[in-house]
């Protein structure tokens, strides 16, 4: 069974602060991707990376997927209140479609 | 693009009787669909996935004769939650996958049973 460990789990700052959500595994994923989720509402995709070393940005948000395809990181800059939510992690499993979703990291910013 | 819808979005019903869900891409066609049933401030659980024109796929210990899954076109995949009882109330996510695997989610049917 293929499990994605992430963390924090729960993560309280102050706006303006930096942070970073890690998502470990001792499996190689064939992609990796971050959802945001309002509560009540889906998951919204933000990012899927698919190479080993692969970095992508989107505006104050980071992602990186770990050379062997086993881990990936997501770091903000600057957070804002608007960061709140929970943020999911999900590996791809190669030749299988489904995803493996890590436990989630429900982000708070504080003004 | 890439954007699922679900139907109802909320439903309240009586213990016994069945609920049926949809889950439609809106601008793509997904021969793979995926339902999910998620916990309060919990993580995403997988239940099934569906395949157009084929027989759902269940995940170990999902009831296949509860969640019923029919995936009748490449763009329409529905759950029905059969003989609901209080347990079966959740949040029901249903996703569509795309390029590169990508799945990208409706918005989720919270369902109570009463």
């Known amino acids: 069974t293929q499990l994605l460990e992430q963390s924090p789990q729960f993560l309280s700052i102050q706006e303006g602060e930096n942070l970073t959500v890690y998502c470990n595994s001792s499996s190689v994923f064939s992609s990796l991707q971050w959802y945001r989720q309002e509560p009540g509402e889906g998951p919204v995709l933000l990012v899927t990376?698919?190479?080993?070393?692969e970095v992508k940005k989107l505006k104050r948000l980071t992602f990186q997927f770990g050379d062997a395809r086993k881990d990936s990181s997501l770091h903000i800059t600057a957070a804002q209140p608007g960061d709140t939510g929970l943020y999911l992690c999900?590996?791809?499993?190669?030749?299988?479609?489904?995803?493996?979703f890590g436990q989630g990291t429900r982000l708070t910013i504080n003004p | 693009g890439a954007v699922v819808s679900q139907h109802p979005s909320r439903v309240i019903c009586k213990s016994g009787t069945s609920v049926k869900i949809e889950c439609r891409s809106l601008d793509f066609q997904a021969t793979t669909m995926f339902w999910y049933r998620q916990f309060p401030k919990k993580s995403l659980m997988l239940m099934a996935t569906?395949?157009?024109?084929?027989?759902?796929?269940?995940e170990q210990g999902v009831e296949k004769d509860k969640f019923l899954i029919n995936h009748a076109s490449l763009t329409l995949s529905t759950l029905t939650v059969t003989s609901a009882h209080p347990e079966d109330s959740s949040f029901y996510i249903c996703s569509a996958t795309g390029f590169q695997d990508t799945q990208y989610f409706g918005p989720g049917t919270r369902l109570t049973v009463l």
């Open positions: 999900a590996g791809g499993i190669q030749g299988a479609q489904k995803l493996v």
């Open positions: 990376v698919v190479t080993g070393g």
């Open positions: 569906s395949n157009e024109g084929s027989k759902a796929t269940y």
